[in-house]
């Protein structure tokens, strides 16, 4: 959708290595999310943002940290990436009565 | 926590068949979203549902909310292969939340 950009949109990473997945959204929207989807599991919360500075965790927050410094930018880094890790990242948005997302990061940790 | 619950995970249906996807929950809801994901794909918002009892419809998809907010259905009629895709049911109290999905395929 519209408003929202993901990057990178694919990256092989070793395993103990730091990564930073970027959300960049056009639209000025308070909230946004990022996800993991896995086989099997759907969607799964890491963390969200309500604003510049505030954030919470979600459902499988372990291993993640995130930063809002600007409304737009939206920033997932793995600490030290581990190989159960591997999986398609989204980032997400709500505009208070719809949700948008990314087109989805694929990271692999070898 | 507030979870919820899709039902079924998979279902493979005739083309021209009908397909309904149940999402389910412990407590009452606020709202409820439903998305679909086409395969390789991002989710993409198909609706909001927020009123009790609440009935919307779109083309061939109609979307319930139940009386007591708990539950929520996606009808798809006269399926097309261009429903395939996987069908997530959200809720959000701010905090965004999907179920697991459900997995819609149409044999032409």
């Known amino acids: 959708d519209a408003g929202i950009t993901q990057s990178p949109r694919h990256k092989v990473t070793e395993t103990g290595t730091p990564v930073t997945l970027r959300c960049h959204q056009t639209?000025?929207?308070?909230?946004m999310y990022w996800y993991r989807q896995d086989p099997g599991h759907g969607l799964r919360l890491i963390h969200y943002s309500y604003g510049v500075k505030d954030t919470d965790k979600g459902e499988v927050s372990d291993g993640y940290s995130v930063s809002r410094s600007k409304t737009e930018d939206f920033l997932l880094t793995l600490e030290s990436a581990t190989s159960s890790q591997t999986s398609v990242y989204f980032c997400?948005?709500?505009?208070?009565?719809?949700?948008?997302f990314g087109q989805g990061t694929r990271l692999t940790v070898v | 926590g507030q979870q919820v619950m899709q039902i079924p995970q998979y279902q493979h249906v005739q083309e021209g068949e009908d397909f309904t996807t149940y999402c389910n929950s412990s407590?009452?809801?606020?709202?409820i979203q439903w998305y679909k994901q086409r395969p390789g794909g991002h989710p993409v918002f198909l609706i909001q549902?927020?009123?009790?009892?609440e009935v919307k419809k779109q083309k061939r998809l109609t979307f319930q909310f139940g009386e007591a907010k708990k539950n929520s259905s996606l009808h798809i009629t006269a399926t097309q292969t261009t429903d395939v895709g996987t069908y997530f049911c959200s809720y959000n109290n701010n905090d965004m939340r999907f179920g697991a999905g459900t997995r819609l395929t149409v044999k032409p």
């Open positions: 997400a948005a709500w505009t208070g009565t719809w949700g948008f």
């Open positions: 549902l927020v009123k009790s009892g």
């Open positions: 639209e000025n929207h308070r909230y």
């Open positions: 407590t009452t809801l606020s709202n």
